[in-house]
């Protein structure tokens, strides 16, 4: 299959280069465990990047079989990774949909050992994030589904953060609870429910509600403009132009915008100078730099000082309990 795709005329001709550094990839898996090093020779490494898509594509190709093979039956399927989900057109003998139900679901499992649990047919079924129930008029009522060991730990208001995170936590999850609710009593719920976890993180109230109803109107603007995007298409930015630095944040660092004025009036365009991006480099070629990116970085947290990784020093070597 990937072959088959990277082949394709449209496609860069680089097919062989991925597939043998996809090979080296997925035949090097090594992980260290003490004063030892392992190979790992069966199945994928799910650390590494490329294992999402691999194992996508992987079970797709014994879907491209056995899925036809249902359609008069399974008349919608979709997958992501491991959640499958599918609507099932029951045959009117109670007996005979049994057993086609069973034979389809041992149909799945016929691939290389992958096992999967499989829910029984149901009106109500629960997908990733979302919970959806089928109404005896057909329509299908979508709600957020959450699960009940969350503990909703947000990160309280004195971490080192960025001032922006509070807002930005609340614009995005706001924005999916409307948009994955169909009804407006179950928006109202989720979204008490998620002011009050904040309040008792210890965020007060006066700033929370300006930032719910700011979220709350842009979400509403955001659904309705919905599909209206393909009208006008994306600013093209060349990133060559750009130029990036790399922070460790700290809360008491100078604020972005005094960093920016800094790069501009002593980097970008001085005063009286020739601007950075007509000057050219030691190869005689232009610099073309005229925007600068902050790219922060999550500096040490609790969690990486207290959350033990390294077992070395801590009683016998792993390599002590092996057997020749």
């Not at 499958?84 to 007996?95: E, F, K, S, T, V």
């Not at 409307?178 to 109230?205: I, Q, W």
């Not at 719910?212 to 132009?241: C, E, M, V, W, Y």
């Not at 947290?301 to 801590?314: K, T």
Request: hydrophobic residues 35%.
């Amino acid at each position: 299959m990937v072959h088959q795709e990277l082949s394709k005329p449209q496609q860069p001709s680089y097919t062989e280069a991925l597939v043998s550094a996809l090979h080296i990839v997925f035949t090097n898996s090594i992980v260290k465990f003490g004063d030892t090093y392992w190979r790992q020779i069966s199945g994928t490494g799910m650390g590494i990047a490329p294992a999402p898509p691999w194992a996508a594509i992987f079970y797709a190709l014994h879907e491209q079989h056995f899925v036809p093979k249902w359609s008069s039956h399974l008349v919608f399927y979709k997958r992501f990774i491991d959640d499958i989900i599918g609507i099932w057109l029951p045959h009117p003998d109670m007996a005979t949909d049994t057993s086609l139900w069973s034979a389809f679901c041992n149909d799945l499992q016929q691939w290389h050992g992958l096992e999967w649990i499989v829910s029984p047919h149901s009106t109500r079924c629960n997908f990733m994030d979302l919970a959806l129930t089928l109404t005896p008029t057909g329509k299908i009522d979508t709600n957020l589904f959450e699960k009940s060991q969350n503990l909703y730990l947000y990160i309280p208001p004195g971490s080192a953060h960025p001032k922006g995170m509070i807002k930005g936590l609340i614009f995005g999850n706001t924005l999916r609870i409307m948009r994955l609710c169909s009804h407006e009593g179950d928006v109202t719920t989720h979204l008490t429910n998620f002011k009050t976890r904040l309040l008792a993180r210890g965020y007060p109230l006066s700033l929370l509600e300006p930032l719910f109803l700011q979220a709350i109107q842009d979400a509403k603007t955001f659904i309705t403009n919905q599909g209206r995007d393909h009208l006008t298409p994306p600013p093209t930015h060349n990133t060559s132009t750009k130029i990036f630095l790399h922070l460790e944040f700290h809360p008491e660092d100078p604020k972005p915008q005094a960093i920016h004025r800094l790069w501009q009036e002593y980097g970008s365009e001085p005063e009286g100078k020739r601007p950075l991006r007509d000057m050219c480099n030691s190869f005689k070629e232009k610099v073309n730099l005229d925007s600068l990116t902050i790219a922060y970085s999550q500096p040490p947290n609790l969690r990486n000082r207290f959350s033990v990784r390294d077992i070395s020093g801590r009683g016998r070597d792993v390599s002590s309990y092996l057997v020749e």
